[in-house]
């Protein structure tokens, strides 16, 4: 069984819809990320946050929104998105950066369909 | 910067045949190594790490070692199951880096093994 929790499992919303993803984790890691995985890809990674603070954006368009209400959950706002879209998001978490280099522990993902 | 190189996949097997999967990287600084299996509709989960030259890491009958010298983590396992079937990722990061936790994905190898 996965420590990280995503919910849903799966999301189909059309392009006008708002909808939320959302991570838990209760190690008590203090860095949180998300992931899109395109069919057959690597995981590409959109955000980091740190201490609850966003560290990394890797130019994610604007209709994609994270957000860190504590140090236990993520969620990822979308809004107004593309058919492009459509993936599988995943969320990962860490110790914190500053130990050194510690492995990241994935949550199944979400997978979602723009229609 | 950075890079990680995997074999090209599928790589089909027979249950109880050898298994080896090529990495190489390539670091400018010292990089912690990472071996990922995502099963089908699952997230990522680690396998195994090492995280300085010479390390081997293992975990279920699994096995990579940290060459410097070749700047290679090849993954073996003596003896695969029907079970083992999944993508294998091979990833770098760099602990040093303190500006980024960005993990370093190769493209993924997807095993089929066959009973």
């Known amino acids: 069984d996965t420590e990280v929790t995503q919910t849903p499992k799966h999301l189909v919303m059309g392009m006008t819809n708002k909808k939320s993803l959302k991570c838990e984790q209760h190690?008590?890691?203090?860095?949180m990320y998300w992931y899109k995985q395109k069919a057959k890809k690597p995981p590409e990674l959109m955000f980091v946050?740190?201490?609850?603070?966003?560290?990394i954006n890797e130019s994610v368009p604007s209709r994609f929104s994270p957000e860190c209400p504590n140090s236990s959950l993520l969620n990822l706002h979308l809004h107004a998105l593309q058919p492009e879209d459509s993936a599988l998001y995943l969320c990962?978490?860490?110790?914190?950066?500053?130990?050194?280099?510690?492995?990241?522990?994935f949550g199944d993902g979400t997978r979602l369909s723009i229609l | 910067g950075d890079s990680v190189t995997q074999m090209e996949g599928p790589v089909t097997l027979s249950e109880e045949a050898f298994l080896t999967i090529n990495c190489t990287y390539t670091?400018?600084?010292?990089?912690?190594l990472f071996w990922y299996v995502q099963y089908p509709g699952e997230g990522l989960q680690l396998l195994l790490k090492?995280?300085?030259?010479?390390d081997k890491g293992s975990n279920k009958g699994f096995e990579a070692t940290y060459r410097k010298e070749t700047t290679s983590f090849h993954l073996e396992k003596g003896s695969v199951q029907v079970s083992d079937s999944a993508v294998y990722f091979c990833?770098?990061?760099?602990?040093?880096?303190?500006?980024?936790?960005?993990?370093?994905f190769g493209t993924g190898t997807r095993l089929q093994v066959f009973p």
């Open positions: 990833a770098l990061s760099d602990p040093w880096d303190y500006n980024t936790d960005k993990l370093i």
């Open positions: 190690m008590g890691h203090r860095a």
């Open positions: 090492a995280t300085k030259a010479d």
């Open positions: 946050y740190s201490y609850e603070k966003l560290s």
């Open positions: 990962a978490s860490s110790q914190e950066r500053e130990i050194g280099n510690q492995p990241q522990h």
């Open positions: 670091a400018t600084g010292y990089p912690s």
